[in-house]
């Protein structure tokens, strides 16, 4: 004897056959997919093993000595140290900070930079070594010069290499900030040399010239030769403007000698 089934029955029990397919196909698909469009190369374990590539993850942040990593599986904390490179686009905090900084919204700006910093410093990525810096930067054109001190140490600790010297300009700044001028100047002078005949300089030399002429302004303008401090701080806007801060602030001391009578060059 065979069994019929009614055409509607059939109709009833192969939808249901797709509806579970359906169902249990995009939670199988949507359980591998990749949360994020980060990239992160870790080094390798041993001298003949191959770097690990992760692709498609999302950072989620910097926790003391590791980095918060999440893939499809849940998050991973893996040590900075052991983190050759990665590829992360800033956050949109960080673009909002520099707009505020060049309003002149300077708290506003610190509260959106340190917001990244408190995030992601330690990221080895361009924007977040920026953020570190520019925390500093901030705290001094406040006038919160304790709290100056202690973001440019953060800075040097997470970003021993270019943060280093960035540091000693950042830490030349205060020193200006506090009246002493020929600790800042001792600090800063060498490194602009030859800042004005380099035919090649990078992001980054351009960001620590920028820092250092500003300072070399501030130490001018506090021992009467305005000119000179004109002059210099003239560069820092018009020739190594990378530092939104420090351009800022530039722009600020221009415009007060230009009240007194101090012109451009």
């Given amino acids: 004897m065979t069994l019929r089934i009614p055409f509607t029955a059939l109709q009833l029990l192969s939808a249901a056959i797709v509806a579970c397919a359906f169902i249990a ?31 498609n993850v999302l950072i989620v942040g910097v926790r003391g000595t590791k980095v918060t990593i999440r893939n499809a599986q849940g998050e991973i904390g893996q040590e900075l140290s052991q983190i050759q490179e990665v590829r992360k686009a800033a956050p949109p905090e960080f673009a909002q900070g520099q707009r505020a900084i060049e309003e002149g919204k300077l708290d506003e700006a610190l509260t959106l930079i340190r917001g990244v910093t408190e995030r992601y410093k330690g990221l080895p990525v361009v924007w977040a070594s920026d953020a570190t810096a520019t925390l500093g930067n901030l705290f001094i054109s406040l006038g919160r010069l304790p709290e100056a001190e202690t973001a440019f140490d953060e800075f040097q600790k997470y970003y021993p290499g270019a943060g280093s010297l960035a540091g000693s300009v950042g830490k030349a700044r205060i020193a200006a ?89």
């Fill in 177 to 265: 900030e506090r009246g002493k001028y020929a600790e800042a100047r001792a600090a800063v002078e060498p490194l602009v040399k030859d800042a004005l005949t380099k035919k090649d300089v990078s992001r980054a030399e351009s960001q620590l010239y920028g820092q250092a002429f500003y300072v070399l302004g501030k130490v001018a303008e506090g021992e009467g030769k305005l000119p000179e401090a004109m002059e210099n701080y003239c560069r820092t806007v018009a020739i190594f403007y990378q530092e939104r801060a420090v351009v800022a602030a530039a722009e600020k001391r221009i415009e007060a000698l230009r009240q007194k009578g101090i012109t451009t060059p």
């Fill in 25 to 55: 196909g995009p939670r199988a698909a949507l359980a591998q997919t990749a949360p994020g469009t980060d990239y992160v190369i870790l080094k390798p374990v041993t001298a003949n093993a191959q770097p690990q590539q992760l692709a």
